[in-house]
């Protein structure tokens, strides 16, 4: 991996006043092509410092991406700071002053005296044209490494990456891109994750983690020296290792997943939802095509609703109350029969803030699927508030389907 350090300056981001997106796109960029960024720096428009992050970053990577400070203002110091940190003395370039006034001339304004400021640039600086406005980009090198310098206005900078920056860099480097695998696991946490995978050690990959709620995600980095099958093999392990709860690699999210697999299967799913009031034939219904195994939806609240949809009994909700597990088979093994589906889904359960005891807590849910082979069960204890236990809900209720769809359980 290629090493890069990332700047970001101005006083609106060293003080709160905006927020540094900048960063984090250039980073998504580059990581597919093999670079790594190894570090960020926000700097406030003073020259002193950005001398110093300039001089300490060529240190650090021998590529270095620096956003803000391009602008005609006083405020804007780019230019004098590199000139400043690598002894390139400032001079008008002819070809960014052209640039400069091509844009005012195409706005159909002359351009004014200020704006000139643009065109002086460090000696031995590589023009970059900005067909996105008036600041023109510039590259420089210095120390063995390569500094690009992007206007901070994140249309300008984006456009300047992809149509400058990125182009170079590949010449520069000779990119082989290093793949990536993204492995999506529902209902572990990181830390169960990583006890599974243990003391795999795959020569050429490397794991990381991302939490992105209600899944977590591992990340896999191969070397380009590795083999399309060696690859392969070493995601098929890494699954192997977690186990069902990973549900796909490359893929949407489990909503798509379920989805995907009830279509290829020709089958079918209904669902009686109480707690999480429909989050879960939401989450099937957004993937386009759901028309074809997304049946029937009840959101049934009310004891009474319950028991004319599913049939839940008085009885059953006086021995056992309406959050429990004869209550959630009930509704799962009703709402497959009325709709006449491959599967049943039934969750019953406290969202909150109201409503727990100490027997059953804010947080208990109970989830029900019923299908070819039987109904299973599972009961949880789900922490935060409303909207954190439905949405935990909602992910557990789509994992038990699946993993009922996928490696059918015993009832």
Known sequence: MHRVVLLAQGNELTTGQTVDTNSNWIAEQLFPLGIEVVRVVTVPDDLEQL????????????????TGGLGPTRD???????????????????VALAQVEARYAAMGRPMPAINRKQAVLPGGALVHENRWGTAPAFSVQAHGAHLFFLPGVPREMRSLMVAEVIPHIQEIFALRAPRRRIVRVIGL???????????????????????KMPENQVKLRFSPDLSES????????????????????????????????????????????????????????R?????????????????EAKTRTCGVSQAMLTEHGAVSEPVA?????????????TWGVGITGIAGPGGGTP???????????????????QQLRLPGDRGRVQSLAAAAALAL???????????
């Open 51 to 66: 001398v110093e992050v300039l001089r300490d970053a060529v240190g650090r990577a021998p590529l270095v991406i620096s």
């Open 76 to 94: 804007d110091l780019t230019a004098e700071a590199v000139a400043a940190a690598f002894e390139r003395p400032l001079a008008l370039d002819t």
């Open 189 to 211: 946490g990181e830390s169960t994750i990583e006890m599974r995978l243990g003391d795999l050690n795959i020569p050429g990959m490397s794991i990381g983690f991302r939490t």
């Open 230 to 285: 060696e690859v392969e093999s070493a995601v098929r392990e890494v699954r192997r290792r977690i186990g069902w709860r990973a549900f796909g690699v490359d893929c949407g999210d489990l909503g798509e997943v379920v989805g995907h697999s009830l279509a290829e299967r020709e089958q079918t799913v209904a669902l009686a939802e109480s707690c999480t009031a429909g989050a879960v034939t939401a989450w099937l219904g």
């Open 287 to 303: 993937t386009p095509g759901a028309s074809r195994y997304l049946v029937e939806s009840a959101v049934l609240y009310a004891n």
């Open 329 to 341: 088979r009930q509704l799962a093994e009703a709402i497959r029969a009325r709709a006449g589906t």
């Open 359 to 377: 027997e059953k807590p804010v947080g208990t849910v109970h989830i029900a699927v019923a299908g070819p082979t039987g109904t299973v069960h």
């Open 401 to 411: 389907l699946f993993r009922s769809v996928t490696s059918p359980i015993e009832a």
